[in-house]
């Protein structure tokens, strides 16, 4: 960003115009989105944008960023008390609830948008902290040790990522199919079958 917000009315402007970016960007591709048809969502200036993000690369990074906090909250949440069987369930139905918000957004930003504009360090934060939730979640099913645990949250993130990005680019997402199967799956694979 070109000036970090420090009042809460320009972090709440901010946000209005991340917000505003990602509907953009959603409905109308990357080839699409512009910074006056964002200003003209959020209500604000083409000014109050280029005050914060000094390109459309930038903002895109922002709503990237936004996503990736998104989804560090739903494995917070998730990670907070109750039973396996429930941090599943949490999990799958927060993962669905953060990727339905703008659907064909996930799709334009994994399919069309140029690589970030400088948000590696941002990246590999999140990445850090989002494989610790997953390595919790391994460690609550109590069946990865070691080297298995690592493995096995590598099977666990990609397969819930593979499976929330597959259907918000395929547009069924809100299948409850969708859901349900990917409940079925991540516990049979962390639950142990007792005999």
Do not use: C
């Not at 200036?45 to 903002?59: A, C, E, H, N, T």
């Amino acid at each position: 960003m070109r000036k970090e917000p420090r009042q809460a009315r320009s972090r709440a402007t901010v946000d209005v115009i991340v917000r505003a970016g990602a509907r953009v960007l959603a409905d109308r591709g990357w080839a699409g989105f512009t910074t006056n048809e964002v200003a003209e969502v959020a209500g604000v200036s083409i000014g109050s944008i280029y005050q914060y993000f000094p390109d459309k690369r930038v903002l895109t990074d922002a709503i990237r960023r936004h996503h990736m906090d998104d989804v560090l909250a739903v494995l917070r949440k998730a990670g907070q008390g109750g039973s396996l069987h429930e941090l599943i369930d949490d999990l799958v139905d927060g993962m669905v609830a953060v990727h339905s918000v703008h659907p064909a957004l996930h799709r334009v930003l994994l399919d069309e948008v140029p690589g970030d504009a400088g948000g590696d360090f941002a990246h590999r934060a999140f990445e850090t902290e989002y494989l610790e939730r997953y390595r919790a979640i391994v460690a609550m099913s109590g069946r990865g040790k070691g080297q298995a645990a690592g493995v096995m949250v590598q099977v666990l993130s990609s397969a819930m990522e593979g499976v929330i990005h597959g259907a918000a680019r395929r547009g069924v997402l809100a299948s409850p199919g969708i859901k349900r199967e990917l409940v079925a799956m991540i516990r049979s694979y962390l639950i142990p079958v007792r005999r």
